[in-house]
């Protein structure tokens, strides 16, 4: 099997529940059968702080997935999560296809 990369912002009052409804949506939109290569793979993420000055969360993270960032570069591992905002989050990283 495979990998491919995902990137999904969410929303909710922590990362947890914005984590928790971005799972649910992929399950939703992609089946529970498993290898979808989306956050539906994921069962836990890690907050990984953008620097002051980001202004394109999407570029950052596409960043860290380049550079093979240790937190997030195995398909078996959590999902990136960066706070974009008060409510919102971007998941990201390797998923199992």
Not at 1 to 14: D, H, I, L, P
Not at 16 to 38: C, I, K, L, M, W
Not at 57 to 65: C, H, N, T
Request: net charge negative; glycine share 10%.
């Amino acid at each position: 099997m495979g990998a491919e990369v995902f990137m999904t912002y969410s929303r909710g009052a922590t990362a947890e529940e914005a984590f928790n409804e971005a799972v649910r949506r992929a399950q939703y939109d992609h089946g529970h059968s498993g290898y979808s290569g989306t956050i539906a793979e994921k069962d836990s993420f890690v907050i990984i702080k953008a620097p002051k000055d980001t202004t394109n969360f999407s570029d950052y993270a596409d960043q860290l997935i380049e550079d093979c960032d240790s937190r997030i570069d195995d398909k078996w591992g959590p999902a990136g999560c960066i706070p974009v905002g008060e409510d919102k989050f971007l998941f990201f990283g390797w998923a199992s296809s």
